[in-house]
């Protein structure tokens, strides 16, 4: 896959108070095309208005920053003397330790068809500031002010539930297509931001379901079976060699990611459904029990293959007699 630009920014609806702050860098998207399928980079590439490549967004790299105009301003300049290929796709706004804001990112929560999950309208709704969906149109970013900034003594991200909060070192590409319904500007939402982040992180709470939308997918009836064959029969044997217990990369570790990588692909990102063709593989081993941190080797390597399997497949599976 080409890389392509991911959206247009609408300049008129970010926030003028965010517009005056020199707190503004450019961003461009790069892809892994060595993947299975081209991943987006967890870290896009960031340059400051001045033309300098920037490899931090901390307070150290601040004088590189300027207002919103000037950063698209740019953009727009630089993209006239780049191929598609190397063109910046944005600008984005930096949050640091000296300014009132703070951010919230909800991660596939926006179905193809422009629908919010509800838990994630619901969290919009409270803090009730504004919202704009992100760049690759699947997620959330909503700003408001906490002067205060964030609880320290609470995590800032939770991947399995799908949010993540910033207060510094850490920058939104910013679209300016504000989700509607909610206020136009960033209101003064410091208490509910708090009181969200430690929700989604203290044990005691309720916050245990995930913004993301609700994968429609019923796996009940598919079989391991169904999967392999299925993915056979797009010419894509490695799968079922990985299935059957090869090793196909360096180590076995190795290829146990690359497997589970390719389940969530074949197994349409159902996680009920990955951990079933894994376990009817010939590839479980006792260091998949290993603990690490506080789960096993086994999850923490499925929650690693799911945050960067974002393709699934979206055709049938057939009916097989045997495997």
Known sequence: MDKQKISEISSNSVPEELKRQNQWLCYRIEWDSSAERDQKCPKAPHW???????VTTGTASQKQWADYETAQEFVEVT?????????????????????????????DCVSAEGNISEPARDIAATMNSYTEVSQSGTGLHIIGRAPNGLDPSHKQKDTNLGIEFYDKNQYFATTGE???????????????????????????????ESVSSPNS???????????VRTAEDYGKREFRDLYEGRTLHKSKSESDAAFFI?????????????????????????????????????????DSAERIQNDIFEGDYGEYADI
């Open 217 to 227: 997918f019923d796996s009940t009836n598919v079989s391991s079976r169904q999967v």
């Open 262 to 302: 390719h389940c969530f692909f074949w197994c349409k990102g159902d996680r009920d459904l990955v951990e079933q063709v894994i376990w009817d593989s010939d590839r479980p081993r006792p260091k998949w029990d290993d603990p690490r941190g506080q789960s096993t080797w086994l999850e923490w390597e499925l």
């Open 178 to 208: 504000r989700v509607t319904g909610l206020p136009e500007q960033i209101t003064k939402s410091g208490d509910e931001f708090q009181t969200l982040q430690k929700e989604y992180n203290d044990p005691r709470c309720n916050r245990t």
């Open 79 to 107: 993209n006239r003397s780049l191929p598609d290929d190397k063109a910046l796709d944005g600008v984005g706004f930096v949050f640091t330790p000296d300014d009132p804001y703070v951010g919230i990112d909800l991660d």
């Open 48 to 54: 400051s208005p001045t033309g300098k490549q920037l």
